[in-house]
């Protein structure tokens, strides 16, 4: 299941940067796909961390 989620929402984002790279060009399109990376990054970053030991 979590495959299938993951296949999903990667398919969905390589056709937005497929759709931005026809409208504004295709390296503009592949730095703002960049944007996502920084965002997961950051939410894994301030995400408490709780120890149950």
């Known amino acids: ?3 299938g989620l993951c296949y999903g929402i990667g398919s969905i984002g390589a056709a937005v940067t497929a759709v931005l790279g026809d409208y ?3 390296e503009t399109a592949l730095l703002i796909s960049i944007v996502p990376v920084f965002l997961s990054i950051a939410m ?3 995400t408490p961390y709780r120890d149950d030991n």
């Open 1 to 3: 299941m979590m495959m």
């Open 44 to 46: 894994v970053v301030i």
């Open 24 to 26: 504004i060009g295709l």
